[in-house]
C-alpha cells in the first residue's frame, strides 16, 4: 500500500471515528445517561450502557429470529457470520470444511477472520470463536469439539551437538523455542497413561506466538519446540524432525467452539456450530476429546 492509500484510509478512519463518536453523543443525550466510561487506556460500559447493551441484544435477537423466519426456506442459514479462529488453524485444517459448508448454504457469507487473541464478543463484533487450548470463559456458552495432540520435536543438526536424549530431565540441557500462550519457562510431559505431570524447567532462546513460526524455528536447529502434532507429521516422516521422547506427550490441547449467551440463536450460528461439532474430530490431526472415547 502506498502513501496516498495509507493517507486515505487514516482519514476514512478518523471520519468513522467522528461519526461514532457523534452517534454516541447523541444516544446519551436522548437518554439522558453516560453509556461508556473512557479512560487513558480502555474504554468500557457504565452500568447504564450495560443495561441499554442488554436491551439492545434482546432487540437484535427478535430481529434476527424475523430474519430467519421470513427470510429462509426449512431454517436454511442467511446472511453474514462472524468467525474468529486461530492463525494456522483456520488457514490450513479448517478451509476444507468451511468451503464445503459455504457450498451447501448459498445464501450464507462468512467473515473468516484470524486471529489468536482472546475475544471481546461486542466490541471485536464476533458472532463465535474457535479457541485452541485456551480457558473456558463462565459467562460465554463453550462447546468442546476436539483435542489436539502435541508432540516435542528438535532437528537432527540441534541433536547433533548434545548428548542423547534419553530421559525426560535430558531435554532440560538443551535450547528451546516457546509459544508463549502455551508454555514459557517449563513445560510438562505425562508418561503414558499417567495422569502426574513431570515439569521440565526450559530456556528459551525465541518465545512466540506463531505455531508456524515455532514449526519453522524448530526446523533451523534454533531449539526444541512443543508443536500441535499435525504440523510435523510430514517433517518428522521425511527426517527434518526427531520426534523425541514419544513415550512422554504434553497434554492435548481442547478445541472449543466459544459464542456469547442469548435468548435466540440464528440458524447461520447453529447450523455452523452442527458442522464444527461433525467435522473437527475427523480432521487430520484432531481427535475426540479423551471423555468421550
Not at 116 to 121: E, H, L, R, T, W
Not at 133 to 158: H, K, W
Not at 190 to 209: H, N
Not at 233 to 246: F, K, N, S, T
Amino acid at each position: 500500500m502506498d502513501s496516498g492509500s495509507l493517507s486515505a484510509a487514516a482519514r476514512q478512519l478518523s471520519v468513522t471515528q467522528a461519526t461514532v463518536s457523534r452517534r454516541l453523543q447523541s444516544l446519551e443525550t436522548l437518554l439522558g445517561v453516560r453509556l461508556l466510561l473512557r479512560t487513558t487506556h480502555a474504554i468500557k460500559l457504565t452500568d447504564d450502557g450495560e443495561r441499554c447493551y442488554q436491551h439492545a441484544r434482546r432487540v437484535i435477537d427478535s430481529w434476527l429470529a424475523l430474519e430467519d423466519e421470513v427470510g429462509q426456506t426449512e431454517d436454511e442459514p442467511v446472511g453474514v457470520l462472524r468467525v474468529r479462529a486461530p492463525h494456522a488453524f483456520g488457514q490450513d485444517q479448517l478451509l476444507k470444511p468451511l468451503t464445503a459448508f459455504l457450498q451447501r448454504y448459498p445464501h450464507l457469507s462468512v467473515e473468516w477472520m484470524l486471529n489468536d487473541k482472546s475475544v471481546d464478543f461486542l466490541s471485536d463484533n464476533i458472532d463465535c470463536a474457535i479457541r485452541v487450548g485456551a480457558e473456558v470463559d463462565p459467562a460465554t456458552v463453550s462447546v468442546l469439539l476436539a483435542e489436539v495432540p502435541r508432540s516435542v520435536v528438535a532437528s537432527p543438526q540441534l541433536l547433533a551437538h548434545f548428548p542423547e536424549v534419553k530421559t525426560a530431565d535430558d531435554l532440560q540441557a538443551l535450547p528451546w523455542v516457546a509459544i508463549s500462550t502455551f508454555y514459557q519457562r517449563h513445560v510438562e510431559l505425562y508418561e503414558g497413561t499417567s495422569l502426574q505431570p513431570k515439569r521440565i524447567a526450559i530456556t528459551p532462546r525465541l518465545s512466540t506466538d506463531s505455531l508456524h513460526v515455532a514449526r519453522n524455528s524448530a526446523l533451523t536447529g534454533l531449539g526444541v519446540a512443543v508443536v500441535s502434532s499435525w504440523t510435523v507429521q510430514e517433517d518428522i516422516a521425511q527426517g527434518r524432525l526427531v520426534h523425541l521422547l514419544p513415550e512422554w506427550q504434553p497434554a492435548a490441547l481442547p478445541v472449543h467452539l466459544v459464542y456469547p449467551w442469548s435468548r435466540y440463536y440464528p440458524a447461520r450460528l447453529r447450523r455452523f456450530l452442527e458442522m464444527m461439532k461433525q467435522v473437527m474430530p475427523g480432521i487430520a490431526g484432531m481427535r475426540k476429546p479423551a471423555k468421550e472415547k
